[in-house]
């Protein structure tokens, strides 16, 4: 038994990438990590529906809070599940309208793209099973050509 943490696994690669740790065994604890928990509620119930993998759940987590952060990891670690195994780092935003500030003073696309999930990794390193893989999944889209 092992547990895998996919943060934005509510739609797109995040979800498609939770989907499929489900469906490869029912011996993986899938957890959606994500802000918005009414459509990570939603993608719980269809990748049980799909994999029959009952062992999928939502968490609430907002990588643009430090604070969120912690809770998730306080929350995760009060759960008692089996140690990580699969780690990944998907969610992302790109604020390309105006720059904002998150409530801890840094600027938000940095702060969800890079401060939020080095801090849950980091905070989450003694959950990680000695076989644990951490994949970080990156986007072109800064990339103006």
Known sequence: MRTAIVSGGNGGLGYHCARAIAAASPQWHVIIASRDHVKSKEAERSI??????SQVAAMELDLGSLDSVRRFVADFAA????????????????????????????????????????????????????RARIVVVSSGTHNPD
Do not use: K, M, W
Not at 48 to 53: C, L, R, S, V, Y
């Open 48 to 53: 049980i529906a799909q994999t029959g993998n």
């Open 79 to 130: 759960r008692a599940l089996p140690p990580i195994g699969a780690f990944v780092c998907n969610a992302g935003i790109q604020n390309v309208s105006a720059i904002t500030y998150n409530e801890d003073g840094y600027e938000t696309t940095f702060a969800v793209n890079h401060l939020g999930h080095f801090l849950l990794v980091n905070l989450l390193l003694r959950h990680l099973d000695d």
